[in-house]
């Protein structure tokens, strides 16, 4: 399974742009990179996901380096619903099951 | 839609008792998991299913069972529970590789 490394926390101020990035340099060509959040006291939450090319939804975009080892998840405008854990999960699309295997993640603090 | 829903919210168990963990979604999703999540740590899978019949082991599979009678319906069963078993726990879903949709968690003690 590919490893990956996330700043622990991140702050931000309220309307700003946040960018949370990932580091996954052991990822595999056909491992797709999915994020996740976990807002406080629920279950997480899927966000986005992408290969190769950048990605946008409406929650957020995904900016991913051309070798593939690293990522940034990109919240346009923080809201204070945007506080959360985000999670970074290489995910192999040959796999039978879809397992996610989360790591700690990066804590995202918003301030008013 | 419902989504994915949990039964009980919240447990307190004594060492060495036993309990199921219900788990249900509406969204005719054949992939299903269970996960528990301790304190500060992310997510670890304990069991999944791809379909009704169809169970296999996750990470951390010690002192569990699951059964799989229905699409609809992925029970996890606690045998003999032990205060390492104390976490919230967490039931999943997907259609595919692409999205899997959690219910609200079951927060369990074992004293």
């Known amino acids: 399974d590919a490893k990956t490394t996330q700043p622990n926390s991140m702050e931000s101020n309220e309307e700003e742009p946040v960018h949370l990035p990932c580091n996954h340099s052991?990822?595999?060509?056909?491992?797709?990179i999915h994020w996740y959040r976990q807002l406080p006291s629920q279950g997480p939450e899927y966000v986005i996901h992408g290969l190769t090319s950048n990605v946008n939804n409406r929650m957020a975009s995904l900016a991913i380096a051309e070798d593939r080892k690293s990522s940034t998840l990109i919240l346009h405008r923080a809201t204070l619903r945007d506080a959360a854990v985000y999670y970074c999960?290489?995910?192999?699309?040959?796999?039978?099951?879809?397992?996610?295997?989360f790591g700690k993640g990066t804590k995202l603090s918003v301030i008013p | 839609n419902a989504g994915v829903t949990q039964t009980p919210k919240f447990r307190i168990l004594k060492i060495g008792q036993s309990m199921t963990l219900q788990c249900a979604q509406d969204?005719?999703?054949?992939?299903m998991y269970w996960y528990r999540q301790d304190p500060g740590m992310g997510l670890k899978l304990i069991y999944y299913?791809?379909?009704?019949?169809?169970?296999d082991k996750g990470e951390v599979p010690n002192g569990y069972n699951v059964s799989r009678s229905t699409t609809e319906d992925f029970p996890l069963r606690l045998e003999l529970a032990a205060p390492s078993q104390t976490s919230v726990y967490f039931c999943a879903s997907s259609y595919s590789f692409y999205e899997q949709y959690f219910g609200p968690g079951t927060r369990l003690t074992v004293t």
């Open positions: 052991t990822i595999s060509g056909t491992d797709y």
């Open positions: 299913s791809v379909g009704a019949g169809i169970t």
């Open positions: 999960i290489p995910l192999n699309s040959g796999a039978g099951s879809y397992q996610l295997t």
């Open positions: 969204m005719n999703h054949n992939y």
